[in-house]
Nanobody
Framework: QAQLVESGGGLVQPGGSLRLSCAAS????????VAWYRQAPGRQREWVAT???????NYADSVNPRFHVYRVNAENTVYLQMTSLQPQDTAVYYC?????????WGQGTQVTVSS
């Protein structure tokens, strides 16, 4: 069964860093664009970053240039490296891809930025 699994979230102090992982099974991520989204309590889910199948990247203004999205095809995994984290980055982070018109989402990983 095709699925995405996020990991790497946690509690970090302001100014800290985390690296999130989006690992796929049953889906070849190298052939697809992969996006990261986040949802903070009481807010709508918002787009954070995308890495296209060819490797091009795009970022929301709120995270550029603090975040970096990249893929490791040999691991069938996409990473989101987050630096200079701020309390407003607190959210559940999700990865997403689409294969033949079907969207796949992971279960999310919680990132909490607090002192």
């Amino acid at each position: 069964q095709a699925q995405l699994v996020e990991s790497g979230g946690g509690l970090v102090q302001p100014g800290g860093s985390l690296r999130l992982s989006c690992a796929a099974s049953g889906i070849r991520l190298s052939a697809n664009g992969v996006a990261w989204y986040r949802q903070a309590p009481g807010r709508q889910r918002e787009w954070v970053a995308t890495v296209a199948s060819g490797g091009a990247t795009n970022y929301a203004d709120s995270v550029n240039p603090r975040f970096h999205v990249y893929r490791v095809n040999a691991e069938n995994t996409v990473y989101l490296q987050m630096t200079s984290l701020q309390p407003q980055d607190t959210a559940v982070y999700y990865c997403n891809t689409a294969v033949r018109g079907r969207a796949y989402w992971g279960q999310g990983t919680q990132v909490t930025v607090s002192s």
